[in-house]
């Protein structure tokens, strides 16, 4: 089982992105899907989070800017970001707790992470 995120890239002020990951492999079922994100000096820090049922979650700093959503059927997570400020710029890695096919429990995985840059 692996996480596959893209979407990354650089972008001005005020600017928008969408940011994909995809999860493959033997996977019996998806619980909680998250995005985190880590600044250069930074701990890494939880942005949003969706739940299987679709409730989600976000850092105060990316409320009403920011969406995640998932795409149950093709494994897939979102997230969207608008109104992009430069202090968003970071490593974004999402995040997802699997049930892989046959395992007797649920096991985190990370994606390798992608870079936003938001800088004019």
């Known amino acids: 089982v692996q996480l596959q995120a893209c979407g990354g890239g650089l972008v001005q002020p005020g600017g928008s992105l969408r940011l994909s990951c995809a999860a493959s492999?033997?996977?019996?079922?998806?619980?909680?899907m998250a995005w985190y994100r880590q600044a250069p000096g930074k701990q890494r820090d939880l942005v949003a989070i969706i739940a299987s049922g679709g409730s989600t979650n976000y850092a105060n700093s990316v409320k009403g800017r920011f969406a995640i959503s998932r795409d149950n059927a093709k494994n897939t997570l979102f997230l969207q970001m608008n109104s992009l400020k430069p202090e968003d710029t970071a490593v974004y890695y999402c995040?997802?707790?699997?049930?892989?096919?046959?395992?007797?429990?649920?096991?985190?995985?990370w994606g390798q992470g992608t870079l936003v840059t938001v800088s004019s």
């Open positions: 995040y997802a707790v699997i049930i892989p096919q046959g395992a007797q429990r649920t096991l985190p995985y």
């Open positions: 492999g033997s996977i019996f079922g998806i619980n909680n």
